[in-house]
Nanobody, 116 residues
Framework: QVQLVESGGGLVQPGGSLRLSCAAS????????MGWYRQAPGKQRELVAV???????NYADSVKGRFTISEDNAKSTMYLQMNSLKPGDTPDYYCNTPVAELRRSWGQGTQVPVSS
């Protein structure tokens, strides 16, 4: 059963913007906190943004001020608005809960190639 589906990736030039979406088959209230991860080839998955069910957010230093996480609890959908994209933002992006015991199976992810 597919529980997380990421979408919205695509080729973008440096300085450009993209909005990623994460559609979940479960209620975000059940996990309380959700996050966006990214993973470059050969590297560990990195948590870049989190949001709680009350709307509190936190970001990795590498994306702070450029990325904005949000969610629509009624639709069980989470978003990541990415602005001022850099080549270093290129990794694949995934969504999941950072709460280990509540983590779902990873989705396919969505690619964000940043290239001129």
């Amino acid at each position: 059963q597919v529980q997380l589906v990421e979408s919205g990736g695509g080729l973008v030039q440096p300085g450009g913007s993209l909005r990623l979406s994460c559609a979940a088959s479960f209620s975000f209230f059940g996990v309380n906190v959700m996050g966006w991860y990214r993973q470059a080839p050969g590297k560990q998955r990195e948590l870049v943004a989190v949001i709680t069910s009350s709307g509190s957010t936190n970001y990795a230093d590498s994306v702070k001020g450029r990325f904005t996480i949000s969610e629509d609890n009624a639709k069980s959908t989470m978003y990541l608005q990415m602005n001022s994209l850099k080549p270093g933002d290129t990794p694949d992006y995934y969504c999941n809960t950072p709460v280990a015991e509540l983590r779902r199976s990873w989705g396919q992810g969505t690619q964000v190639p940043v290239s001129s």
